[in-house]
């Protein structure tokens, strides 16, 4: 590994060089042993001085070195610098020839040239075929100077060293044609990288922009809680949610509220607490700072598994509603106020009607006949006004106790009977006595009052409102069904909305105002039970309220 590192560097700090000193340092080693053999010559071989093929060959190696330094390669086509090591091949033979038998091992330098050659991986053919004539035509002539005298050893060294030097060349060759192609694949993978690499930066580019652009606070976070990734929007809402002065605070720092907005939110009620226990949630209203800059946030989560199904973190969004819950407040003040202001004047004409209607010798029996119908009209508009306050309080109180369900069945079932009978329906209620539950007895009684007014109301053909009860050890569990005219289940989703009516309901001109099943609603909230609606058009509806069996005082 090491080694591979050392001879990458090598070569990365080879190519860093100019062409004439790449040149040169291939051309060192052969100079380097021609310098050794020139400054040897007149100690070791002092004869060599008077032949001037010998020292023509030594000019030409010195002249071919300082050549790598000269010519400006770099203009030149890029194999032109292979010149050299053919024409080392020369001045090899030269010297081989020119020193004769005094250094006859002199041949062996044409591996400095062939290895050159085979290396480059250029000129292919042309430098196979010199590895393997150079060394032939460098020992041709002192072979053939012994013609015709040749002993075996002399044709054997005559074919075997060009045919070594062949062999090494094929060998470098396949060597650096392997390594070429190795590096090759190296870079078609290094672009492929580098492709991805784009790619998935351009993604992250193009998600971030779509995340900032967005109006929703959006966080992503690990199974830990540690924020993976947060847009500009909850940014801007986080820094809301902490103290002046604080720079960046953890969700249990910041200041969250339930939604009377001042009580804080208890750690394992914030929204990333309960996203990273897995939980999958929507609609979940919370307010983020304090005072004047306090904002009201709709927050949603949901996980992000892995493909093993195992839970890697999760996101949340949070959506500012602060504008509208401030409406809806607003219309419910409004409300409120318009029906209390209402009240009064009802109540003035309702007690008027009724002394003059009292006073039976001074009211004629037709003016006690139009009293009357006064009287009822304002009795009905004294109840609508009713409804609307007690829709418009946000939170209606309840008062729990140990109570009978059973008997206010009973009470509600005795009270609707007249209006049941002019409606041709019969009531049957099919109850054990007594069916104890921890509850608000007027207010339950207002919500089966409803339940079964409209179960009468909404049945004009008549027929069977029935009404049920089961009850285990936590809870208590009231069905009101009617086989009246029923409605469709997108309808039966929306009947809980105030001012809610279905459009059979309108056509037919059943009388209403769409708020007594927002009211029964949050009498059954208001008690920490639930209530549900399942219908057929054309069938019958059937209510189903859940409220709990004990309460907390009774443990
Ligand atoms: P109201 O009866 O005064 O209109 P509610 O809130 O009690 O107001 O009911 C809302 C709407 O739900 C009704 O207008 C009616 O369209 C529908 N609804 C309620 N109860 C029934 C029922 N038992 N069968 C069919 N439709 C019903």
Same mark, same amino acid.
């Given at each position: 590994m090491s080694e591979k590192l050392v001879q990458r560097g090598i070569s990365r700090y080879f190519r860093t060089l100019g062409p004439r000193t790449q040149v040169a340092l291939c051309q060192l080693p052969l100079t380097l042993i021609v310098l050794a053999l020139a400054i040897a010559t007149p100690l070791a071989w002092p004869t060599l001085l008077n032949s001037p093929l010998y020292i023509f060959s030594m000019v030409l190696h010195g002249l071919l070195f300082a050549a790598c330094f000269i010519i400006p390669w770099e203009r030149l086509n890029n194999s032109a610098y292979l010149v050299i090591p053919v024409l080392d091949l020369l001045a090899i033979g030269l010297s081989r020839n020119g020193a004769g038998p005094l250094v006859p091992g002199l041949v062996i330098l044409a591996i400095f040239p062939i290895i050159w050659l085979s290396a480059s991986g250029m000129l292919?053919?042309?430098?196979i075929v010199l590895s393997i004539l150079g060394p032939l035509f460098i020992l041709l002539p002192t072979v053939a100077g012994k013609f015709p005298n040749l002993t075996a050893s002399d044709l054997t060294s005559l074919l075997l060293f060009p045919l070594m030097m062949l062999a090494v060349s094929l060998a470098i060759r396949f060597a650096s044609v392997n390594m070429r192609m =190795? =590096?090759?694949?190296?870079? #078609?993978?290094?672009?492929?990288?580098?492709?991805?690499?784009?790619?998935?930066? #351009?993604? #992250?580019r193009l998600l971030k922009t779509i995340l900032d652009a967005t109006?929703?606070?959006?966080v992503a976070v690990n199974s830990k809680g540690g924020h993976l990734l947060t847009n500009n929007r909850q940014k801007s809402l986080e820094q809301n949610a902490i103290n002046p002065g604080v720079r960046a605070a953890q969700e249990e720092d910041q200041l969250?509220?339930?939604?009377?907005?001042?009580?804080?939110?208890?750690? #394992?009620?914030?929204?990333? =607490?309960?996203a990273i226990q897995g939980e999958l949630f929507a609609d979940y209203l919370v307010w983020i700072g304090n005072g004047s800059n306090q904002r009201a946030v709709s927050t949603a989560a949901r996980p992000m598994v892995s493909d093993d199904g195992q839970f890697m973190g999760a996101v949340i969004v949070y959506n500012d509603v602060t504008g509208l819950v401030e409406a809806l407040a607003a219309n419910e003040e409004l409300i409120s106020n318009v029906s209390h202001e209402f009240r009064s004047p009802l109540n003035s004409i309702l007690g008027n009607v009724d002394l003059v209607l009292e006073d039976v010798q001074g009211t004629s029996p037709l003016s006690a006949q139009r009293l009357e119908v006064v009287l009822r009209n304002s009795e009905r508009l004294l109840a609508l006004v009713s409804d609307l306050m007690a829709s418009a309080s946000s939170a209606l109180k309840v008062h729990p106790k140990r109570t009978d369900l059973a008997s206010l069945v009973e009470t509600s079932i005795g009270s609707a009977q007249p209006q049941a009978e002019q409606s041709r329906i019969s009531l049957v209620a099919d109850i054990q006595s007594p069916l104890w539950a921890y509850a608000d007895p007027l207010r339950i009684g207002q919500a089966l009052d409803n339940l079964v007014s409209n179960a009468i109301k909404y049945s004009p053909g008549g027929g069977v409102v029935n009404i049920s009860a089961q009850g285990s050890d936590d809870w208590v569990r009231l069905q009101v069904q009617d086989s009246g005219m029923g409605m469709s289940p997108e309808d039966s989703a929306r009947v809980f909305r105030r001012f809610f009516r279905t459009e059979t309901a309108r056509e037919a001109a059943i009388p209403g105002a769409g708020l007594g099943l927002s009211i029964t609603k949050a009498i059954i909230e208001g008690h920490g039970g639930d209530i549900s609606c399942t219908s057929n058009p054309g069938k019958g509806s059937t209510f189903t309220l859940t409220l709990p069996a004990e309460g907390p005082s009774l443990y």
């Open positions: 292919a053919r042309t430098s =190795q =590096q090759r694949q190296l870079q #078609e993978k290094d672009r492929e990288l580098r492709d991805l690499l784009d790619a998935s930066t #351009e993604r #992250e109006d929703v606070g959006i969250i509220f339930a939604q009377d907005k001042v009580t804080p939110l208890a750690a #394992e009620k914030r929204p990333i =607490q309960r």
